[in-house]
């Protein structure tokens, strides 16, 4: 029809806005990771090809940081969502208190990054920290959090599980509140046990909001960067360098800006196929689902 045409219009502006935000900058980056280009040299841009791609996946560092980055994503992401849904299920089952337990929770999201991570800092410091510390007062010492490359990594996991387990309780107690009583309770009478409403009842239930919160989970913590940059720099060596501080590394320290481009469109290559994954997996027994 005519009119449904002509909302078209109306759709315009937005479009607008999102090529100026969001398309200008990703064909910027693209176009620049096929030049040889030193922010201390703009007028001796070179083209290159793909150059810069085969630099980076011929080095040692971009392998490691990816494990770094596959590593601390999928750590954090998976705790987030296990004890999200864990404390959902439990506020869920609470009769009072649950929705000042929310807004109490809320308190890591409203922080800001940075703030949060000079705090997290200060409670990791190894000796002096709040955490070795408060083990000191009972003689057992405590690990060097943030100078051995095994407990960085877990500090860095725990301080984003820390920040961001809150949203996926939210989003998560949010859809739990959608679902009908009735089919729980229907599962009760048959003498379905708790972890059997789970797995038939539950997580069927809430699939699309399951892939919604790691769709964004994922994203998010692929481009981890100012709660690592601050507790750790990446260090120690290269232990917690991730895809983000290697391309901050690469752009604004070694000042090499078109393989950093590379390794920007390289990070979103590798986010979009983690998405597509994760949405196969969670939909592979209902193709038809979206």
């Known amino acids: 029809m005519r009119w ?33 280009y030193y922010l201390v040299r703009p007028n001796d841009a070179t083209f290159v090809g793909l150059d810069n791609y085969i630099d980076l996946i011929t080095e040692g560092r971009f392998w490691s940081s990816l494990s770094n980055t596959m590593l601390i994503a999928g750590g954090s992401v998976l705790l987030e969502f296990v004890l999200g849904l864990a404390v959902a299920l439990c506020l869920y089952s609470l009769q009072r208190g649950a929705r000042l337990f929310l807004v109490l929770q809320l308190f ?23 955490i070795d510390a408060s083990l000191a007062s009972f003689d057992l010492t405590g690990p060097n959090w943030l100078g051995s490359p095994a407990w960085a990594k877990l500090t860095v996991i725990l301080a ?16 739990l509140q959608s679902i009908d009583r009735n089919l729980i309770d229907s599962g009760r009478i048959d003498g379905a046990s708790g972890w059997q409403l789970l797995y038939h009842v539950i997580i069927p239930a809430l699939r699309p909001l399951i892939l919604f919160v790691l769709i964004i989970r994922i994203m998010d913590a692929f481009r981890f960067f100012d709660t690592i940059y601050v507790l750790t720099g990446g260090g120690p060596g290269t232990a917690t360098e991730t895809l983000t501080i290697y391309t901050f590394s690469l752009g604004f320290r070694q000042l090499e800006m078109g393989k950093a481009a590379a390794l920007g469109v390289v990070t979103l290559v590798l986010v979009s196929v983690l998405v597509m994954a994760t949405a196969y997996l969670l939909y592979r027994r209902e193709k038809g689902a979206f």
């Not at 999201?109 to 000796?127: E, G, S």
């Open 4 to 36: 449904q045409k002509n909302l078209w219009w109306f759709a315009a502006p937005s479009f607008l806005l999102l090529a100026a935000v969001m398309f200008y900058p990703l064909f910027s980056a693209i176009r620049l990771s096929v030049f040889d």
């Open 108 to 130: 890591p999201l409203i922080i800001t990054p940075v703030v949060a991570a000079l705090f997290l800092k200060w409670m990791f410091v190894a000796r002096w920290g709040l």
């Open 160 to 175: 984003d599980a820390w920040k961001f387990t809150p949203f996926m309780i939210l989003v998560l107690y949010a859809g």
